[in-house]
């Protein structure tokens, strides 16, 4: 199976789109004139380094992809799927049939004008090391305005943030061992975070005044890392949503190797996503996890039942005195804990270990936890049939001495 992948910003430069304005001069014509100005001469002569701005790079970006997109129909076989990374979601989706070329490239243009007002912010890669460090090194540092906005690939991941802060963390991550990179993006604010969510909500305004068409090839969602649903409204949502919301590359990428793809195709000159995809691969099994398994028993089996939903949600390491308990809970807590698990537990073991986290470290200590039980298959009980005209009836078919037919006729005789 075939995917085409549309890059997003970051990819633009001077130039770009030289070999295939000739060819498709109409399509450069209808953005002229939803632009108002010459999208060859932005792209082949970056006026004032107007390629530099969002509101301008954005459009471009769009447009040149369009090219792309429209020599793939004539030069290339069709795609089972499609996906672009953030701005690139649009020409996925422009060529999906979601919307025509100048609806999608008036999107492009609002979505620009409106990320392009969030000033005081930038992004930046981190290459070389896995998600949770990257996490635990933003908390060890109190880099709490910082985010992961990207999740390009297993070890490369894009951070949003102001200027001041990724400023202050760039040597603090220079030094993590592992860390191949700390790299600006040519981006000019911090895309795909908290920060954008104003114009993620201006945004949502005016994708209600569009009509979505349904899509004649699936497309797959930076938000979700799944395809984009049927529903006109839902796919209006996650348009607004990804402003602010992270870029989920790499789960996109093993969504569709999952469902099949083997041959990726990216439309574009810059060939950025290309040596992305190459390294996700299918998401491995995961291995098993004593700890979190017990923790996750203790909030289903113990808490659950005593404080309701809530227990699913709280925090592995909070103290169980957040949820208001009482020692009346605390003795309820330890008897239910005693019958889950099989094992003797008094109330003051509940009270010295006050979080689920702390009390499956003490119970991972003991040996005689009884397993969770495996679901019972439920099974229709044997009736016990009292008649003994029926119980010799079945007895003698069962031997040969009547057929199936003649027996069941000779029951319906007796009932």
């Keep these: 199976m075939r995917c085409y992948v549309f890059p997003g910003q970051g990819t633009q430069k001077k130039g770009m789109g030289r070999s295939l304005f000739g060819r498709f001069p109409d399509l450069c014509r209808r953005a002229d004139r939803v632009l108002g100005y010459s999208i060859e001469k932005l792209c082949l002569e970056n006026p004032e380094r107007h390629l530099s701005r969002t509101e301008y790079a954005q459009p471009a ?14 030069d290339l076989p069709p795609a089972d799927f499609l996906a672009g990374h953030s701005l690139g979601e649009y020409s ?5 049939g979601a919307f025509d070329f ?3 490239l008036t999107l492009v243009r609002r ?5 392009g007002r969030v000033s ?9 090391v896995s998600e949770r460090l990257i996490a635990q090194t933003l908390k060890q540092h109190d880099a709490t305005d910082v985010v992961i906005a990207n999740y390009n690939a297993p070890e490369q991941f894009v951070l949003s943030g102001s200027h001041e802060e990724l400023a202050r963390i760039k040597p603090v991550f220079e030094k993590v061992e592992g860390v191949r990179g700390f790299v600006p993006v040519r981006v000019s604010g911090p895309f795909h975070a908290p920060a954008m969510a104003p114009a993620a909500a201006r945004f949502r305004d ?18 979700t890392g799944q395809p984009f649903p049927p529903d006109a409204r839902q796919v209006r949502e996650l348009l607004a949503e990804q402003i602010a919301k992270p870029v989920r590359w790499t789960e996109t990428i093993r969504y569709l190797r999952n469902a099949g793809v083997s041959v990726f195709t990216e439309l574009s000159e810059s060939k950025v996503l290309t040596p992305l995809i190459d390294r996700i691969t299918p998401a491995p099994e995961p291995t098993p996890d004593p700890r979190q398994d017990l923790i996750d028993r203790i909030k289903r089996e113990i808490l659950q039942p005593e404080i309701g939903d ?5 925090d592995d390491d909070a103290s169980f005195r957040q949820l208001g308990l009482n020692s009346i809970i605390y003795v309820r807590l330890a008897r239910r804990a005693g019958t889950t698990l099989g094992i003797p537990i008094k109330p003051d073991v509940i009270f010295q270990h006050r979080s689920c986290a702390a009390l499956a470290d003490y119970l991972l200590t003991r040996d005689d936890i009884t397993p969770p039980a495996a679901p019972e298959t439920p099974t229709e009980p044997l009736r016990d049939y009292q008649d003994p005209r029926v119980s010799a009836l079945l007895h003698d078919c069962a031997n040969g001495a009547l057929t199936v037919e003649r027996t069941i006729e000779a029951i319906r005789a007796l009932v």
């Excluded at 349904?214 to 797959?220: A, C």
């Design 61 to 74: 970006i769009y447009v040149v992809n369009a090219l792309h997109w429209s020599a793939a129909q004539e």
């Design 92 to 96: 996925a989706l422009f060529a999906a």
């Design 102 to 104: 100048e609806t999608g």
């Design 111 to 115: 979505r620009a004008e409106l990320m």
């Design 120 to 128: 005081g912010g930038a992004m930046a890669a981190v290459i070389g």
């Design 206 to 223: 005016l994708l209600t005044t569009v009509d979505m068409g349904e899509l004649r090839t699936p497309v797959i969602s930076n938000v």
């Design 310 to 314: 809530e227990a699913l949600t709280f």
